[in-house]
């Protein structure tokens, strides 16, 4: 969908909101606060691009309040002040699956709809009356098994069907990267009996520490072929521990989502290929589902956005590149 058509799906929702409540989405103006997993991130900026669109498009006073780094620490005392707030519904990027779920009670408790965009707490089976954390209304997000997958094939193609990889990853407990390892390694299980994956690499979203981590394991394991990287910081990580290694398309390099940075490695050929969630898209339509149970109406508990799969052959392509991420 390019950006026209995707400003025009968002009026036409607009216009059936406003239809299947019999009044306009104006009446009242709802707050609605988007809780990102961190604020200075390019994923998350985009989503914030696409619930603004939405917001726009519905009337919406769209809050965007976030910590400054991926943490259940630093998240819950943001998503404290932003109950403290009453918005009219929140949307959040849990930072952790289980420690997240008490905090996010009380918002439900508090009467405010809960939809968690990205990542999910719980099993992200919501709606279910079973459970603990099945309380927010719907789940909206990349197949991020599916993703993982996707990035298993990605590296085995390149790197010919055998040989040494890793995954590196931010920390375990977050949904969205847990699912990615677990469907990288059980593609490269089902599919690649020749590829041999080494024990994942967690960096706790240091880019840092990613790079170095590579370096690590390239010094043990002379013959190491490739990453992949699970998160915009692994991936950038890794990336550059390969360029510092001196074994910049040698090493071959697979990311999960697209900032600019990565894209500008893919034309230098040190990242082979990145797979570019639809962040946006998530934002949008967690804005629009918020308004939809706030005027009345049903919606879905899960919602699923897509991937594009970027590489030198096409990332010059607009109907690629309008993927890339905000900075
Ligand atoms: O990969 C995204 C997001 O999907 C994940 O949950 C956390 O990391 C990112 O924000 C990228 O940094």
Redesign the pocket.
Known sequence: MNRRSFMGAVSAVAVCLSLATGASAQDKKFTIALVP??TT?A??ITMQRGAQAAADALGVDLVFQGAPD?NPVTQVPVLDAVIARAPDAILI?PTDTTQLIEPLRKAHDAGIPVITV??FIGTGKYQTGAGDADFPLAYIA?DNVLGGKMAARALAAAIGGEGKVYVSN?KPG?S??DQREEGFKAAMAEEFPNITVLETQFNE?DANKAASQLQGVFAREADLKGVFGA???SALGAANGVQQAGKSGAIKVVA??APTSIVDNIKTGLVDVAIA?HPAEIGYFGVVSAVAHLTGNSIPVSIGTGFTVMDKTNIDNPDVAKYVYSD
Request: net charge negative; aromatic share 24%.
């Open positions: 997993g961190l991130d994923f998350y991926f990027a990205d990542t990349s931010v977050i969205t990267t979203n998160n915009l910081f999960f989502d969630q």
